[in-house]
Structures are given as C-alpha cells and as structure tokens.
C-alpha cells in the first residue's frame, strides 16, 4: 500500500518534487491528518476507501479519487431521479453538494504543504478525470472551451496570472453536472424537470469549487457562465472587477458557442437541442456568431472569437505558445475533436516539457 503524496512522498502523481520519506509513513500523516481535522465520520470513510485502493502499480492516485468522487456521487445522482420526479430539486442538490463537498475535504486534506501552486492543477486532473468517467461529451466540451478560452486571452494579450484563472475556470466550469445522473445528460429529449436539474450544475459547480480557498476567482468565473448582463444584475464590470468581468465574458461566449454548434447530448429529438427554453436545430457557425450578439456577449470577445474559430489550425499547430505540455495532456481529447471535426488539415504537436 501506497500513497504517492504527502510529506511521505519524493514526487507527486505529476511529477512534482515534495519531501522525502516512506509510504507508510505518508499515510500515517494521512491519517492523522483526518483525525485531527473537524471533518464529518463519512469524510474519513472516503479517505480510507481511497487509501485502500490506492496501490502503486495499479492507475495513478488521480485516477483513483477521481473513481472515488464518481462513485459517491453516482449513487446520489441516481437517488436524486425519483426526488426530481417528485418536484424536490432542493433535497436532491442537499444530497449532491455534500458528496461532493465531502470529496473536496478530502482533496484538501491529501494537499501537501509543499505543493500549493501546482495542486490546482491536481486538482483539475482529479476532477477532469472524474467529468471523463462521468460524461465524456461534457469533458470533451470543456476541454474546447478551456483551449478557445485561452486562445482569446491570447489574441487579446490577457495577463498571465489571468489566462491561468480562465484556464482553469473552462476545465472546471461544468463540473457541477457531476452532479446530474449521465441518463439526463445524454438523454435525446429531456422535460422540464430534468432541465430544472441539469440548470442545478452551476449552483452544484460553485458549491464544490468554493470550498477550495485558492480558486476564488475561478469560481467567480464559473458562477458568471451563463450570466446575461441584461438579466444578471450581479454580473457587472463594476461588481466583478473589469478583469474577472473581461474574463466571465469570455468564457461565457466560447461556451455558447460549443453549446450551439456541436451535437450535444441533452437536445431534443433528431439534432435539435433546447435553448434559452427553446427548441432549436444545432446551429452552424454563422448562426451561433448571430446568437452571441443576440446573447449580449461582448463584442471585442466576440472579434476575438472569431479569429480563434477562423484560424484554429494556426492556434492547434502553435499551441505549445500558450498551453506548457502538461496542459495540453488535460485538454487533448477536444483537440483530437477539434481536428476530426473541424480543422482537418491542422497538424498537432505535443509541446515538450
Ligand atoms: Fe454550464
Ligand atoms: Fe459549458
């Protein structure tokens, strides 16, 4: 038995140095870690089953928790079908949002000291791996929209501080529908019911991500994803901030725009999707640039946009510019689509290390 983190622990599951010592060790400190923490009795449930199933020559301690979040929050999901039909979506996001806050105490309590920054991106590893197991139209989606997110932040010289908050914002931003049971997600047609619960993946999104301190501007980014300044009266420069405002304003837009141009799962029956409580074909490009602006999305974003879509082969081909490889490996399963679907002339390189 094996837990590749911790103060026990001489390199991460990705590859980053902490400090030195033994594998029972790291557990112990593990455990100890729980007992001394304020945490409920099923937290610690969580952390055993996890440290039980974590072994060194079986997947990496990232895919394991990420089983261990889709489990607990699988059978929840599952339980909350039947409180969905009987119109009590509050007791079915209660039981969501403590699995899931459960899972990141549990993330929070494996943290090594020594990993502060780059636990963010563990983090997103874990939960990415997680979304893929759950739903792997809704990783894929993400993958594009941190990928075109960054490529806007690109075009329009964005600080670096800030892309990385965008970045991970686009890989985080719908991970509130693991939340929802994947037999809404990927059903043709769903009712009204079953949208009020896949509508709950930003209430479910924000709680998860709040609970972790260092992600506050992210999950300031993630609340805004569907905000329309017109309705949204929290959703303003002057509220925000004109940076996170800049940065929700992106996300947002190349959101819409995948939502509205690729054949996702929850649409209507042959090829159409709902929308805004609408019935609509999936749209071609021209069609959903109308809708951004329709959308109140801003336009400097949407110029931006544009030249991201037009030119996605130069963006894939130059893509070590803006994303280092280990990135590039959270974000790859949309490339690959990106290039199948729409860019099949683009040449693809992984960036070196
Ligand atoms: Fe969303
Ligand atoms: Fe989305």
Redesign the pocket.
Known sequence: MNIRIGPGSKMSPLGYETSGGGGINQTRWLIDKVKKSPTTVRTFDVVSNVIKAADPDQPSLVNTLAKELVSCLHLISEQTLPLVELKRPEKAEELVTTAASDFIELANLIKSPKMDADFVDFIVDVMLNALSLHSEENYRHSAIVTFRSAAIAKEMKIPEKEVRWLKTAGAL??IGKLGVSERILSRKGINENEKQLIDQ??VIGVYLLQKISWLKHVVIIVRH??ANPLFDSLFKPEILGEELYSLAQILRAV?ILDGLTSDRSYKGEKEYRRFDGRAIKTFTMGEAFEALQEEECREDVIVALRDVVKNGATYIRNIGSFFPQREVKFILPGIEYLIEKEYPSASFKMPSA
């Open positions: 931003h719908d993946h930003l994803h569907h959101d």
